[in-house]
């Protein structure tokens, strides 16, 4: 009882004043990033942002997407195809594809006229042997990907997808989104506040991919699909392909479905875009205006000056947007034309702005929360925590006297150390969060009961008030600590294995458990110490 308490009563001061500096630098910080903060935020607004809420408390929208990897490896596998055919060409080797490339590689067709050997040496010096497997069947040669390769494409295609998704999320100017892999192909998207959750779904699924592609001397437009083929034998060349598109009418001011035949290789692609913002079309109607970067713009000058007079096709994501007429050589910019609204020009540039995806994403799992229940649950946790405390405080004054208040005020700084190192970690306050805050309430009201019980024990056998205290405190320390290491523990594991909200229960759990050790048994011991400490002889304790 007679312990030094100077130093003890600066740490617990150290304690207290670091929690609350770090709650109110973490308001600051938050406010300093939200694009809607006030210039001069008031101190309430400050102590609103100190803890950063879930997608639960908040509002928003929670999106598990999968990229589909084969898309990538289509066209890793159509881009070596048309590199082989441009180096054949080069050393007067014949390479005809059988087919178009898919996920799983191509497959090359021999005639007769077919120098093997030569065309051996073509495929053993492009494609490097570690990469790609040659199975030679006869008058076909199947050429695909290796294990390694494939695994290569595909993580590849998850984390460019991520980086895509991440600008373009950025670009909506939302605060603190989540955008984290999971697995070898799953991409997961926290977006907390949006008030347009489909837009943003819009935004963030649109693939995005933009060609510029010459169309064929006889690439139509058709009405119909059999019509375009009709007018090539019934069957499109390997090097054309058939795309479904708008035809247009500027003095009728519409657009019709139709389709054209364009080339398989496209002249210029999203890659070579530098920027894009919205502008007007003919139509006086919204439209988007992109701009190539040098090596993309040289492409597009070389492609337009040799093609005047034939049309170009401006194709996004796999559909003719328009295919005007090359009128005269084009260097850098172009436009996309497509019956937009504004809402939708200016979603498609911030598409094309951010870059193209991949591969196409697939919406598996899909959860909306309103901000109205967001602010729903924020008020009816709180309002459970505070009557919760309120109840443990009435009980505890009661039974236990000026006792009682000494854990009253072992209880509030628990609180306050809660708070502040999760601002400091910048931990997330899910509403399972305010479940583990409130439980963390009642387990800390259980190690002061623990502690005063075994006070009152000791002097119910004769001890000294003094004497009963130190007592009360050793005989109770094992006890807590063995409470609260096994519920750490069981947290830790749940932050482990746990996802979302329930990682938000087990970060709130294991820090208000340990500040309830903190608090419980240090602090509460000091306040015994300066209580009683400086009396030479104290009777009775107020437990």
């Known amino acids: 009882m007679n312990k030094p308490i100077g130093w003890r009563v600066g740490v617990t001061l150290a304690v207290l004043i670091g929690s609350l500096g770090a709650y109110w630098w973490r308001g600051h910080e938050a406010l300093k990033k939200s694009p809607t903060a006030p210039p001069n935020p008031s101190m309430s607004e400050v102590l609103r942002n100190g803890i950063k809420l879930g997608l639960d408390l908040k509002g928003g929208i929670h999106l598990v997407l999968q990229v589909k990897t084969t898309d990538a490896l289509r066209v890793e596998a159509q881009d070596t195809l048309e590199h082989l055919k441009d180096e054949g060409t ?7 594809p059988a087919g178009p490339a898919d996920g799983t590689g191509f497959t090359l067709k021999l005639d007769e006229k077919t120098d093997q050997a030569k065309l051996k040496d073509l495929v053993k010096s492009i494609l490097p042997a570690n990469s790609w497997s040659v199975d030679e069947r006869g008058r076909e040669w199947k050429i695909g990907f290796k294990d390694v390769e494939k695994s290569a494409i595909e993580d590849q295609a998850t984390r460019q997808a991520v980086e895509t998704i991440r600008n373009r999320v950025d670009a909506l100017g939302v605060a603190e989104p989540v955008i984290q892999r999971q697995g070898t192909d799953r991409i997961v998207v926290e977006i907390p506040g949006v008030d347009d959750p489909s837009r943003v779904k819009e935004i963030i699924g649109t693939t995005g991919l933009l060609e510029l592609t010459l169309v064929d001397d006889r690439g139509g437009p058709y009405p119909t699909a059999e019509g375009a083929r009709a007018a090539y034998g019934g069957t499109i060349p390997e090097d054309l392909r ?3 598109g708008f035809s247009e009418d500027a003095d009728a001011r519409t657009r019709t479905p139709v389709f054209y035949v364009l080339k398989r290789a496209a002249a210029v692609t999203g890659r070579d875009m530098k920027n894009a913002r919205v502008d007007r079309d003919k139509f006086n109607q919204p439209a988007v205006m992109f701009f190539l970067n040098a090596p993309g713009a040289v492409k597009f000058a070389k492609v337009t000056g040799e093609n005047i007079n034939k049309r170009l096709a401006i194709v996004l994501d796999n559909r003719v947007m328009s295919a005007p007429n090359i009128n005269s050589q084009i260097k850098e910019s172009g436009i996309i034309e497509g019956n937009f609204t504004a809402e939708k020009a200016d979603a498609l540039a911030l598409v094309l702005r951010s870059g193209a995806l991949p591969a196409e994403m697939i919406v598996l799992e899909e959860r909306t929360v ?5 602010l729903d649950s924020i008020k009816k946790g709180v309002t459970a925590s505070i009557v919760g405390m309120l109840c443990c405080f009435i009980v505890v004054v009661l039974y236990y006297r000026l006792a009682g208040v ?7 700084l628990n609180a306050i150390i809660l708070l502040g190192a999760m601002a400091y970690i910048n931990a997330t306050l899910t509403l399972p969060g305010i479940a583990g805050f409130i439980l963390t309430i009642g387990m800390a009201v259980d190690s002061n009961v623990l502690v005063f019980e075994r006070i009152r024990e000791e002097m ?8 009963a205290i130190d007592l009360g405190f050793k005989r109770a320390w094992g006890t807590i600590v063995d409470t609260h290491v096994t519920t750490i523990s069981a947290a830790l594991f749940l932050f482990q294995f746990g996802t979302g909200p329930i990682k938000g229960f087990a970060v709130t759990l294991v820090i208000g458990l340990t500040a309830s050790v903190f608090t419980a048994v240090f602090v509460s011991h000091l306040l015994f110490d300066l209580i009683y400490g400086p009396k030479e002889r104290v009777e009775t304790l107020s437990i």
């Open 90 to 96: 080069k050393r007067g080797v014949a390479v005809t």
């Open 242 to 244: 058939l795309v479904e």
């Open 370 to 374: 309103g901000p109205s229940l967001g």
């Open 406 to 412: 000494n854990a009253v005020v072992a209880l509030l």
């Open 460 to 467: 119910d056998n004769g001890k000294a008030p003094k004497n």
